[in-house]
């Protein structure tokens, strides 16, 4: 047992300090979907704390040591470097045996959760007991919605964008000190998880893509039941219809009409969640628009769909469906608008399987869309930040299309709107088997920054084996929000232990010589 592990063991035990060899360790402790040949998959080992104190306990022990940490909270992070830290020689900090559900206040509609607990479990949790709240659940339900919140991941409810019902954060600093965000770091409050100011700024975005410290606990603001949800689909019938169809949703997002984000998809992109490229096409190359067609056309959706949930009492929900399909009609006269109804019983046996993520209801279903070019599956996302104008939407699609049909793949993706920004996710499948393949994603994903990047546009989340050149993108004077942020990691990370290179930030004696 080496120094590492013996120190870690006499904090959590022997059972709960894993290494390469110990059966199973890759499956939860690396990145299955790694494509990088630099980037090593596997971590030297991992250490899973039963609670708060062992976590300050560990990393006071890793200051010690001169270890570095990198934290995950389920580690389900998949496309975006799964459990792997940046330095090979860093251990992981799997906080996945923290589930505790620790409080729920159903009068002020908030829980408050360890990081280790799933969306699933949330689900199951909020039903068992009968408690008339809803959470948002991003696409996949065995994820952590702390892990997911502080990676601004989203859902597609009216809750959706998760970063948002985030409130009050329990921290553990890089030294190992314990803080508490906004009302929390006034001891006797009972506002912690209802108001996120409080003395000074709001710090709770310092814990977001970020190095700085380790979130313990947090609460996480629900969704009241609706009485009534419609789930609509309004499928917009040519290539075309893109901008428009942004243009018709965004008046709706802003003035409240539509009080969830929108999922914009294209037909490809929604039958890569149900099959794999080989069911539609067997060529090689750009898969041909008339083969997109026939498939869309199979499984009734449009070439560009529009995807989102209206919520609240049944008169107010039916008025809202109205002004939706009054401005559908007006300004997409071919595009074909379907709506399902449901009331506040709803439960994962009774949803079309299609509506779940705008019901709260957590699946595994869209793990398919890895499967795209078959083989052992993996995928990468390429996920950029827009306005909601419709023909910046189209310029971005143009812009990407043409670079991935230049490598011969499929462009197959979309934009999730919330009203005044979009975020544009790609997907870049890949058999991760075959090594060609990963070596043409690592190609076609720095080809696509840098255009990207060219054309005024950025990413907002990735791979890590991107994250330094995706940080240099963000260059306003000198990059001196880096440098700020650089501040403070130095200040209270001295001995840079914590999530080095997360987002591009390095401690001391590591940036990335310019
Ligand atoms: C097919 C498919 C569909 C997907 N759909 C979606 C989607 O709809 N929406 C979406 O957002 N994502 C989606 N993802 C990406 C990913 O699966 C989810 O975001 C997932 O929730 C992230 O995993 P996690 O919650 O276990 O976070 P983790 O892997 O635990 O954490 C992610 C990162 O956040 C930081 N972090 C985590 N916990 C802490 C902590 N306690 N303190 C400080 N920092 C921390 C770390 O840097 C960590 O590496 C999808 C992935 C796939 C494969």
Redesign the pocket.
């Known amino acids: 047992m080496s120094i590492i592990q013996a120190a870690f063991a006499a904090i959590v035990g022997d059972e709960n300090v894993l290494t390469p060899e110990t059966e199973g360790f890759e499956a939860r402790h690396s990145d299955p979907?790694a494509f990088d040949p630099d980037y090593k998959a596997v971590s030297p080992g991992a250490v899973l704390p039963a609670n708060t104190s062992e976590v300050q306990a560990i990393v006071k022990a890793a200051n010690e040591l001169g270890v570095g940490l990198?934290?995950?909270?389920?580690?389900?992070?998949?496309?975006?470097?799964?459990?792997?830290p940046r330095r090979s020689t860093d251990w992981l900090l799997?906080?996945?045996r923290m589930n505790k559900i620790v409080s729920v206040d159903v009068e002020l509609g908030y829980i408050v959760v360890e990081?280790g607990v799933?969306?699933f479990a949330l689900y199951e949790y909020l039903r068992e007991n009968d408690l008339p709240y809803w959470a948002s659940?991003?696409?996949?339900g065995?994820?952590?919605?702390?892990?997911?919140a502080?990676?601004?991941?989203?859902?597609?409810s009216a809750h959706g964008e998760?970063s948002k019902y985030l409130c009050g954060l329990e921290?553990v600093l890089p030294t190992g000190e314990l803080m508490r965000t906004g009302m929390g770091a006034d001891a006797e409050s009972n506002a912690t998880y209802v108001y996120k100011g409080g003395n000074g700024p709001d710090v709770i975005g310092l814990?977001?893509?970020?190095?700085l410290?380790?979130?313990?606990q947090?609460g996480i603001w629900l969704l009241p039941k609706p009485e009534t949800t419609a789930a609509i689909l309004v499928a917009a019938a040519t290539q075309e219809g893109l901008a428009d169809l942004v243009d018709t949703i965004r008046p709706l997002q802003l003035n409240n009409t539509i009080d969830s984000n929108v999922i914009i998809g294209s037909g490809l992109a929604v039958a890569s969640?149900i099959m794999p490229r080989a069911a539609i096409f067997q060529g090689e190359g750009p898969m041909p628009f008339e083969a997109i067609k026939a498939v869309t056309e199979k499984i009734g959706v449009g070439i560009w769909n529009a995807k989102f949930g209206i919520y609240g009492d049944d008169a107010i929900v039916k008025a809202k469906v109205a002004a939706v399909e009054a401005a559908v009609s007006s300004n997409l006269p071919d595009a074909k608008m379907s709506v399902h109804y449901y009331d506040d019983t709803v439960t994962i046996e009774t949803a079309h399987p299609g509506d779940r993520?705008q019901l709260g209801i957590p699946s595994g279903d869209?793990?398919?869309?890895?499967a795209w070019r078959g083989g052992e599956p993996a995928?990468t996302?390429f996920s950029v930040v827009a306005t909601t104008r419709g023909s910046e939407a189209q310029r971005l699609v143009d812009l990407v299309k043409e670079t991935v049909n230049s490598y011969g793949l499929d462009h197959v993706g979309g934009f999730?709107m919330f009203g005044r920004h979009a975020i544009m996710l790609n997907?870049l499948a890949f058999d991760k088997s075959n090594l060609e393949e990963q070596a043409l994603i690592n190609t076609v994903f720095a080809e696509l920054i840098e255009k990207a990047d060219a054309a005024g546009f950025a990413p907002y989340?990735a791979h890590?084996a991107f994250m330094d050149r995706i940080s240099d993108a963000y260059d306003f004077n000198d990059h001196s929000l880096r440098r700020f942020i650089t501040t403070l990691k130095d200040a209270v990370d001295p001995r840079g232990i914590l999530?080095a290179g997360?987002q591009g930030v390095w401690p001391k004696g590591e940036r990335p010589k310019k």
């Open positions: 979907y990198w934290v995950v909270s389920r580690g389900r992070n998949l496309g975006y470097g799964g459990a792997m799997d906080l996945g990081p799933s969306f659940v991003p696409d996949l065995y994820g952590s919605p702390i892990g997911n502080l990676e601004r991941g989203f859902g597609y998760h921290v814990f977001q893509q970020s190095n410290g380790i979130v313990t947090a969640g993520g869209l793990i398919q869309m890895a995928h996302d999730t997907l989340r890590p999530n997360k």
